[in-house]
């Protein structure tokens, strides 16, 4: 029997799909990051949890994986559910799926709502290409080198935060990346007091004491580094090279161009000067 990951509301439990419903009425072992949240989300969409239910969070993960291993060798299906988004995402789960992995058990998901891609879509920043950084190490000194690493990334990059570092975080960030690099600050995501912050990270970190509750942070990607323009001496070098190996002059000045994004008039010119 599977292994099945339930993607848990982020806030409004409305949000929570049909067959997470089925799953938790119906799994034989339902293995919750916190067993009382999970008792209000099940009482609020009037599901009753029939198989054992069982704790499982950073805490416990290394001692209960086995457990929960041996369980799922002899056939019971368990489902994993933390207090939101999808298990394994900064959250308890990528272990027990290690080992369902390593004995040929089956893994699913029961998809839903999710942090990163929710931040992400509301941020009004580029969504095409990004990567998820998850929590940003605690240590001032560490976090700092982190995002000094970080600051040259083109893709735009969502982090998880707790509210007591969000300001640090957030000055370290505009040391590292820059002031004016666009952020979105998204708390409480789908709850009665969800708030999408957005501007840069100079403004955000300027009124970051205010922020409270779960915390998605959004970053705009490095900008585009212009290439520098060579010299006019290397431009003529390059068509004298290209002359050499047989190219006719003008076709030559015309690729040279082409590579550095330089009119043709200018390398032209460079040719000439360079005689």
Known sequence: MPLILLGAPLGNPDDASPRLREVLATADVVAAEDTRRLGRLAQHLGVTITGRLVSYFEGNEDRRTPELA???????????????GMPSVSDPGFRLVRAAVALGVPVTAAPG??????????????????????????KPGERRAYFTALAGEPRTLVFFESPHRIADTLRDMALAFGEDRPAALCRELTKTYEEIRRGTLGSLAEDAETARGEITLVVGGAPPVAAARPSDAALAGEVAALVAGGTDRKQATQEVALRHGVPKRDVYAAVVAHK
Do not use: H, M
């Open 113 to 138: 709502p999710s942090a990163v891609t929710t931040a992400l879509a509301v941020s009004g920043l580029p969504c095409d290409r990004f990567c998820f950084e998850g929590f940003p190490p605690r």
């Open 70 to 84: 041996e369980l799922l060798r002899e056939g019971r299906t368990i489902a994993v559910v933390t207090d939101g």
